[in-house]
RNA sequence: GGGUGAUUAGCUCAGCUGGUUAGAGCGUCACAUUGACAUUGUGAAGGUCACUGGUUCGAGUCCAGUAUCACCCACCA
C-alpha cells in the first residue's frame, strides 16, 4: 500500500464551503454560462425550475433543506445530463407573516407599535428586516449545497417583481376580473387585516345550539350558535319544499325589538341549501356575518335587505355596533351573546340549549377565531367569464382545464382530485390586505375618480388605495415574473417558460400552487410548469409535527455543520416518495453520514491500492464482467428513477451497489486481481452517479483523484448506458458460467475474502486466478454449475473440483457442511421444489386455468416449470455430490 | 358531513399491471477484525401481510364491508 495523505474520515466542514465558492465562482450554475464553457450544447433541451421562495421571515427549518435536497438532486442530474437547466432563487416578502413578525419584535424591544411610526419609516424597518432574513437564507440555501443560479435572483418585492404585480393587477382589472367590493370577508380583530379562506385555518370546539323565536308570536322556530348576530337578521330561509312552513314564504314578519335590541323585519324565503332535517328546519339568516348566509342573500337579492337598514351589528373592532341596538353596542361578541341567550330566555322565546360540536376558522396567523363581516375589499372574480379565443371562460375553468387537459401533472396523481374538488368550492378571493407590508394596490382616487394603471396617474391630488395585496398575489406570478416577464420579448421568458417542474410542499397546494395556475394561464395561456411534485411534511422521529413547543425541531444547519450537507441531504431523501411525509431521525442522519464515510474510504482505497494508467479500462475478468454489467444496470436503473422524480427508488439502488457489489465484493477482488484501469472507471461512474445527490463528498473526491477531465464533477457527463465496455473476446462460455455463480452469490448477500489464511471454505478457479469464498449458501451457485457436468473429485485435499471448461470449483467439503444438515436440507428444499413442480404441471394441465390465463402468463408458467425442473435435476445431483 | 391516505419483522418502510418459499435498512444476538473504512465485516433470530367475506386455478397485491390511525375539505345554521 502506497502512503497516502488522505485523512481517514471524511470531514465534511473542511470541504463544504470551499466547494461551493468554487462552484459559485465557476458561474457553472448558471445555463448561459455552461454553454459558453462549452459543457451544455445550446441545442438541448431545457429544464427550468424556480425555488419556492422562502418566507424572509427568519430561518429555514428542515422542511426547506428537504425541498432544497430533492430539487438540487434532481437539478444537478438535468445539468450533467446536459440540458439547459436554469434554477431561480429567490425569497418571498410574505406581507402578514413578516409585517406581524417584525411588529412582534418591535413590541418585545422597543415597546412599540406600527402606529409610533409613520408608514414609511415602518417600512424601512421592515426592508431592514428582510433584508437581513434575506441574507441568512441566501447563506442556508448555500450550506445545503444547492446549485441555484444566483445571478437571477429574485425576491417577490424588488421592482422588477413590483413591475409584473402592477401589470397583472391592472390588465384583471381592465377585464373586471379584479373589482371593489362590499360584501363578507375573514377579518381578524386581533391582526386588524382580512384573510382569505384559504388561510383559514378550521378548529373544532364545542358550542350551544340555542332554538328560539324573534318574538312569541314569530311561527317559526330558528337554532344558531351565534345568538348575538340574530341581531342582524333579515330573513329566515325554509327548504322550499318543506311542508310545514310553506304557507310562510314571502311573509314579511315585524319585531318591534329583539332581545331587547333593534327592531327587526324578517323576510320569509325559501332556499333549497336549508336541511330540513337540521335543528328546526330553518335557519335565521345574517347576510352581513356570514359567507353562507351572504349567498343565499345575492340568491334573494330581490327579497331580502342585507341588513336592518343600518350597518353590520359586529364591527372591525370586534364588538357590536349601533345598529344592535343600545343595549349591545359596545359589548364584545361574547358578552353580547350571553345578553341575547339572557333576554330570550326571560322572554320565554328560548326553546331549547344543546351543546354540539362546531367548527370555526381562525386566521393561522394570529390565531384568533375570524369574525366574519362585510366591508370594501379588492376580490378577484373567479366566476366571471371573459372571452378568450373565441369561447367565454371563467378563471376557474382556466384553472381546471390547465390540468385536465394534461398540460400540468400532479405528483401524486392522487392530489389532482383534492385540486378540482377545491375549485369547486372556490369563492372569490380577497386579495387586499389592510397591512402596509407589500405591494400596495395599483388604484389612485380622486374625488369621485379612480384609476388603475400601472404607474401613478399624473396630475394633482392623487391618493393612491391604501391597501396593499395578498402575499400569494405576487407569488402567483413567480414562474414568470422571475424570467422578465412582463417583457415578453425577454430571453429567459422565452427560453424556460412554461417550466418544466415545480416542487413544493402539498401544504401549498392551493395557496400558492393553484394561483400560479391561475396566474399564468390568464396573463400567458400558457401552463406556468409541465410537471408539480408535491413532497411530504418533515416529521420527527416518532411522526410528530416539528415544532417549537415539542421541542424537537432539527435545525438544518446544526445537522450540516456536525454531520455534513450530504448526510442530510441523503437522510432527507431517502423514503421521500411524492406526498408522503418523511420521518428525519438522528440515527438516520448517522446512518447517511456513515455512508458518506465510506465513498470517502473507497477513495482513499483506490489512491492507495491502484495507479493511474493510460491503459483503457478493459474487461479482463468474470468479476470485472459482472461489475460492469451489473453497474451499466444500475446506471440505468438510476436515470429511470431520475426521469420518472423516484429519488429515494435510485438512492437506494445507488447505496446497495455501492456498499454491497462495489465496496465489499468487488474491491476485494480487485485485490487479487488488480485491474487498476477498470477500478478507476468504476469508481469514477459511481461518483458521478452519486454527485446529485452528494455533491460535496463526490466533488472532494473528485478534487483528490481526477478520475476524469472535467473541472468539476458538478459538470462531469452523466454516464449513460451505451459506454459500456466491451467484452473481453474469448471469453464467452466459462465466463458465463462464473457470471451466473457470482450473481448467485450477490443474491444470497454473500462476501468472499480471499485470505487464505482465513477458514475459507470454496475456492473458484478462473483461468489463474483463484477467488476463495465461505458461504455454504453458494452450494446452490457451484450446484448450478455441477448440472452442466465435469464433477471431479480429488485435488485438492478434502475437496471436490468441479470444471465447466476453462473454469474450475474447489468445493472444501469437511470444512463447509455437515454432511448430514446439508442432506437433510438438500433433501427438504428439493422436495419442495418437486411440489412445486406439481403445482405448476397441476396449474398447466388445467382447463380453466389454461383458458382464461392470458398468454404471457401461462408462458411464465412454462418458463417457471422449466426452472423448476432444472433446479431440482441441480439438487439431486448436490445430493449425488455430498454422498459419494 | 364529504374525501384522501395508511395498516407487511421490535422500529422505519419496499413489494410494479395478481404468479414459486413476502424483502431491505435500523435495532437485537453470535462471530470476526494489524488490512481503504469499527463511521467495519460475516452470519443468525425475527412476519396469521389489521380483520371478515368475495372474485380467481392462485390474493400482501383486485372487489366489498369492518376496525384503528393520520391528513384534507365543508354553507348543519
Known sequence: MKEIDIPKNYDAK??????????????????????????????????????????????????????????????????????????????DHAAVATQSKVEDILWKEEKKTRYDFSREDFLARLAAFAKESRSDIRHQIEKLGSSVDWSREAYTLDSERSLAVRTAFKRMYDDGLIYRGYRTVNWSVKGQSTCSDDELEHIDRKATLSTFRYSKDFPIAIATTRPETKLGDTAVAIHPDDERYKKYIGKVFDIPSFAGGPALSITIIADAMVDPAFGTGAVGITPAHSHTDYDVYLRHKEEIRFTQGGEAVIGQDGRMTDSAGKKYAGLSVADARAKVIDSIRTEGLLEKEEAVDQTVGTSDRFKDVVEVIPMQQWFIDVNKTFSRNGREVSLKELMRESVSSGRVTILPERFTRTYFHWIENLRDWCISRQIWFGHQIPVWYRNDEIFCGVDAPSGEGWRQDEDTLDTWFSSGLWTFSTLGWPDREAKDFKTYHPTTLLETGYDILFFWVARMILMSEYLLEANPFDTVYLHGLVRDAEGRKMSKSLGNIIDPLDVTETHGADALRIALLSGATPGNDVKLSEEKILAMRNFTNKLWNLSRYVAAMSSPSSEKPQVKSDADRYIIDTLSFIQASVTAHLEKYELSLAAEELREFTWSDFADWYVEVHKIEKNDALLRQVFDTLLRLWHPFMPFVTEAIHETLHLNQSPFLMVAPWPHREEKLPAKPGAEAPFELLKDVIIKIRNVRSIYRIDPTRNMRIGVRAGSETILVNNKAVLEAIAHI???????????????????????????????????????????????????????????????????????????????????????????????????
Open 14 to 91: 473542511t470541504w463544504e464551503d470551499a466547494l461551493y465558492q468554487k462552484w459559485k465562482e465557476s458561474g457553472l450554475f448558471d445555463p448561459d454560462t455552461c454553454i459558453q464553457a462549452g459543457i451544455t450544447d445550446e441545442s438541448r433541451p431545457t429544464f427550468s425550475i424556480v425555488l419556492p421562495p422562502p418566507n424572509v421571515t427568519g430561518r429555514l427549518h428542515v422542511g426547506h433543506a428537504a425541498m432544497l435536497a430533492i430539487e438540487d438532486t434532481i437539478v444537478r442530474y438535468h445539468r450533467m445530463k446536459g440540458d439547459r437547466t436554469l434554477w431561480i432563487p429567490g425569497t
Open 786 to 884: 455441477d448440472a452442466i457436468e465435469n464433477i471431479g473429485s480429488d485435488t485438492p485435499e478434502n475437496a471436490v473440483l468441479i470444471q465447466a471448461g476453462t473454469l474450475q470449483i474447489f468445493l472444501y467439503l469437511d470444512d463447509v457442511i455437515d454432511k448430514e444438515q446439508e442432506l437433510a436440507r438438500l433433501n427438504k428444499e428439493l422436495e419442495e421444489t418437486l411440489k412445486y413442480i406439481e403445482g405448476i404441471k397441476a396449474r398447466l394441465s388445467n382447463r380453466a386455468f389454461m383458458d382464461r390465463a392470458p398468454e404471457h402468463v401461462t408462458q411464465a408458467e412454462q418458463s417457471k416449470l422449466e426452472t423448476a425442473q432444472e433446479k431440482a435435476r441441480e439438487l439431486e445431483s448436490w445430493i449425488r455430490v455430498i454422498l459419494t
